[in-house]
């Protein structure tokens, strides 16, 4: 959704698509709460993900409309970072209102806070500052819009924002959606106590770290890239310790080595941070939207193949357990492989726009 929705964004502004995000979230909330098979709450759980595809790089379009330089790079870290406290709800609050009140009752009244939302929204925003001189939103086509996105696409510094975001959220992203869980309680010999410590602490690391390389990216803008080969040498090393260390690791290893790891979710904001500074405003929608698709793309292909290595593993081996640590070891060695492509192109892409800015005569930002 999220090219859609970047071209939706360019033709009609922030606020009504937050607007509309929070509306069809609300509706996939009541089906979910209403659903008494499991193909209707599939349905209302792809509505609420539709919905939420609305809301990220809205909220990014509007931040850019009201701020520029150094606190829009900041507040662009604090709504990632404030957006990742939605984890930490439904781990521990929403948790214990479902079990309190019950599945309907409890989505129900996500359906209602949602709807909320919506009139909040409609109210109490505007998609920029009325008085600057330079104000996003300008009403254009369909046509124009998919045209800028075809312009934005073609921009190597679009397309640098595209793998940034592809090489920094994916390990992240993977582990948080799906793989610590198993690989803490049952490689690990952990407890599910311990991996929901591990969850909210790489979720409130995020509110450490995000506005600190917010700060960093506007004071330090010709060492973006360098902070992006930082984060992601940091995480690549941390799972070659995991991945070649022999049985299971000590508890304090495994939450340190997940704090590094979890770096790279606000490090993949430095993405948008390149994007504001290449692509006019009133673009600014479709190429957020392009490059958002990279790390959840990195993500999903990622998850499967983590996955794919440890049916292998298992199949051979013949063992009772599937999760074992040997078989985590060698699927997420299958990381390494799509982090290694994202650094490839990475790369490319930033010498292209390198040697663009030097040819144009502009300055480069990075």
Known sequence: MQIPVGILLDRFGARILLAVGALIMSIGQFIVAIASILGVAVLGRMLVGMGDSFTFISMIAMINGWYHGTKASKLQ???ASAGQLGQFISAIPFWALLNAVGWNFGFTVMSIISLITVALIIVFTADDDHTATDRVHKAVSIKQATTQLVENVKHPGVRLSFWTHFVTQPTTTSIQLLWAVPFLVTAQGQ?????G???TGMVFLGFITGPVIGGLCPRYPKKRASIVYLVVGLIILTWIYIILHQGQLPAW???LAF????????ASMIAFDFSKDMVPKSKLGSANGFANVGGFLATFVMMYLVGLVIDLVHNSTGTTERY???AFQYGFAAQLLVVSIGLVFFTVEWRKYLKMSAKTGNKASF
Do not use: E
């Open 77 to 79: 870290q604090y709504v």
């Open 324 to 326: 074992t640590v040997q």
């Open 197 to 199: 410590l591990v969850l």
């Open 191 to 195: 407890s599910h106590d311990f991996a």
């Open 253 to 255: 290893q495994l939450f």
């Open 259 to 266: 704090l590094v790891i979890s770096v790279g979710g606000p």
